[in-house]
């Protein structure tokens, strides 16, 4: 953690790890057990974990919680405030133990727009893009774009996020020149 940036305002607990070039802002706390890859940027008022897995390059905004059972893969991006959660129907009067936890996965590359709520156990896709205030209740198709309440796909997101469009053949972005396909409601990059 030696070549890690951690605000003096901000705790580490024991049993962290973090990677080099990363930094944690001011007022955050990281939990025991939790593993932040190199390269992060972890805003103000940052909660993560315990045994929350973070990878590289990942960036953080203000006021985000990223619970224990949440798995941020490499290049993630959360908007500020958003919201994860880790148990499906919680009851102050019947607490629950980890067991109980159902696991959200934040594949490679997806965007969270600021508010957003993640509700537990489900996966965002890879590069998928969650619009501000949406309210994700089921899995996210990997490069689709999702907003509302609850959130659906209004569309899909290059990996450089241009918007793409099929028209029944392969569709190339704009803005990128990557080029990808869609077979029923997957769409994957042609490499």
Known sequence: MSEAFVHPSSYVDDGVEIGAGTKVWHFSHVMSGTRI??????????????????????????????????????????????????????????????????????????????????????????????????????????????????ARVHGYLCRCGAPIAFDGAPASCAACGRSYRKVADRVEIIE
Not at 64 to 73: H, Q, T
């Open 37 to 150: 890859g190199a390269g992060c940027t972890l805003g103000q008022n940052v909660l993560v974990g315990p045994n929350a897995t973070v990878g590289d390059n990942v960036k953080i905004q203000n006021n985000v919680s990223v619970y224990e059972g949440v798995v941020l893969e490499d290049d993630v991006f959360c908007g500020p405030s958003c919201v994860f959660t880790n148990v499906h129907r919680p009851r102050s009067g019947f607490p629950t133990d980890a067991s109980a936890y159902r696991e959200t996965i934040v594949r490679r590359g997806v965007t969270i727009g600021a508010n957003a709520t993640i509700v537990c156990g489900h996966t965002l896709g890879e590069y998928a893009c969650v619009g501000a205030g949406a309210v994700v209740t089921k899995d996210v198709p990997a490069y689709a774009l999702v907003y509302g309440n609850p």
